[in-house]
């Protein structure tokens, strides 16, 4: 007779009744950041604004003596908010970021030597974070392959006496390359941290984290990775409430969690569809009736004829993404945000913004019927492993080889690379750059070499500009003019453009 082996589990596993010790419950956000001395690497969950565990960030800044923090996190929110208010403080010694963006109190501290900032793909931090948490010391990326990333010398910190942005006193170190079928890839080392603060939607007494929208992004990959992760949510239910297979974050993971106190979830850029016109970047909701306007407009109109039905395509901040108004009836395009979106739909109408519903831009966005959500590791997956058909980006500079430069001037202006050094360096990706033909004065932006720190190397397709349309023969190292807008002629473009390009007109 065949008999089966049964296994007995203790009662209290069954019912899953936790002792105190068991749960990772506190009672408050003091409690929480128990640990913390000063000194301490920590990783920061959100993207923006958008799923930050501002709860925990306003404890840490009433908390003066916990400072010379090393902060790892994707951006630092805005002068008054998010980690911004702990630039202010000055309890954060050195940011580990990929953007900058519109902080100007972190852009002033790093050029004026008061903070250390390393900056670093978006993609490649969000990698370097999952591979941390997964117990992988490094990794092979194509990423920012050609430029000062794999080079080295992006400056750290600046002279706090040389001037503005003037002397750099600590730089980035060269990354080691190796070769794999024929191409270039970069060594990137794991992050982890003492702590990780993340931000989720709900949680239950086990420590499992469910987030809500675009809230996930690097919420997950940082519970990952760090010694102690702490974790504020809107809402604790209990055991047995969330569903196995919608749980985000295990809470083998997790090991504290408490309930924000007050949640101001703050938009940092709330963009509507009002039905007053397009949306366009300095002149928002406002009618196309300046020359700048009709310019842009003209630009994301030729854009958007590269658009294929069914293919999946990423739009960058501001320019690039108006070309999604220009998506003819009846196609089909899949708009991908790096921040964790697959099926991006329009602006939401009046008072059905959401904030944890935001694209790459932190403008406030809709989801159509079919999208998924999921975090920035997930997503840059999917842009490095060139699931993506079509990228349009923005440029400062461009030059006759197809370099791009778009994410620094080195000692005046700091933005961060953010998701593009990821975006261009897939091989089966489109790459097309779409900008104004020349910057202010006239002075050119088509060059025979950038100027400007490479975003890039040789990685641009097509170039967009309000005067012409430029094709890149990257085997020759050329620019091919293929087409002209309206009522310009290629004299014109040839005194506009500081090297020499092929006319072949379509």
């Known amino acids: 007779m065949l008999q089966r082996a049964l296994f007995s589990f203790p009662r209290s596993l069954g019912t899953r009744r936790l002792s105190a010790q068991a749960s990772k419950l506190v009672n408050s956000t003091a409690e929480a950041i128990q640990g913390f001395k000063g000194g301490e690497k920590v990783l920061v969950g959100g993207f923006g604004l958008c799923g930050i565990p501002e709860n925990l960030i306003a404890e840490l800044q009433k908390n003066p003596h916990i400072k010379d923090l090393t902060v790892v996190s994707n951006n630092a929110g805005v002068d008054d908010f998010g980690l911004g208010l702990l630039l202010k403080t000055k309890q954060i010694k050195r940011m580990i970021s990929s953007y900058v963006g519109e902080n100007a109190e972190f852009e002033r501290q790093y050029l004026h030597g008061e903070l250390e900032v390393e900056l670093i793909p978006q993609g490649t931090l969000a990698e ?45 170190n060269p990354r080691e390359v190796r070769t794999f079928g024929g191409k270039d890839y970069i060594m990137e080392e794991a992050i982890t941290g003492d702590f990780s603060l993340v931000k989720a939607w709900k949680a239950d007494a086990l420590g499992n984290l469910v987030f809500k929208n675009t809230a996930c992004n690097f919420n997950a990959p940082m519970a990952k990775a760090g010694r102690i992760t702490i974790a504020e949510v809107e809402e604790i239910v209990p055991i047995g409430a969330l569903k196995p297979d919608e749980i985000h974050v295990q809470g083998a993971y997790v090991d504290r969690v408490v309930k924000g106190e007050r949640y101001e979830k703050r938009i940092e850029r709330l963009t509507v569809n ?131 430069a778009n994410w620094i001037i080195p000692g005046k202006m700091v933005k961060g690379m953010g998701g593009a050094m990821d975006l261009v360096a897939t091989s089966g990706t489109k790459v097309v750059v779409t900008m104004e033909h020349t910057a202010k004065g006239g002075r050119p932006k088509i060059l025979p070499q950038c100027t400007l720190p490479l975003t890039g190397k040789q990685c641009i397709d097509m170039v967009i500009t309000d005067l012409c349309v430029f094709e890149v023969d990257k085997k020759r190292g050329v620019l091919v003019l293929t087409e002209l807008m309206d009522d310009v002629t290629v004299e014109e473009v040839r005194k506009s453009t500081a090297c020499d390009f092929e006319v072949a007109l379509k």
């Open 274 to 404: 009002d039905g007053k016109g397009l949306n366009v970047p300095g002149k928002r909701g406002a009618a196309l009736s300046d020359e700048g306007a009709q310019r842009r407009e003209r630009i994301v109109r030729r854009a958007a004829k590269e658009f294929k039905d069914g293919m999946y395509a990423n739009l960058g901040i501001g320019m690039p993404m108006l070309a999604s108004n220009y998506i003819p009836e009846g196609m089909t395009v899949h708009l991908q945000s790096e921040n964790g979106i697959l099926g991006m739909g329009p602006f939401p109408k009046p008072g059905g913004q959401d904030a944890d519903l935001i694209n790459a831009g932190k403008e406030t966005v809709t989801l159509l019927p079919g999208a998924s959500v999921f975090s920035s590791d997930e997503s840059f997956a999917m842009i490095r492993g060139g699931h993506i058909d079509l990228t349009i980006l923005g440029g400062m500079e461009v030059s006759q080889n197809g370099d791009l």
């Open 128 to 172: 370097r974070v999952r591979a941390g948490g997964a117990g992988i010391p490094a990794f092979f990326t194509a990423t920012a392959v050609g430029t000062q990333v794999q080079t080295g010398g992006i400056p750290i910190k600046y002279s706090a006496t040389a001037g503005k942005g003037k002397q750099p006193i600590i730089v980035s």
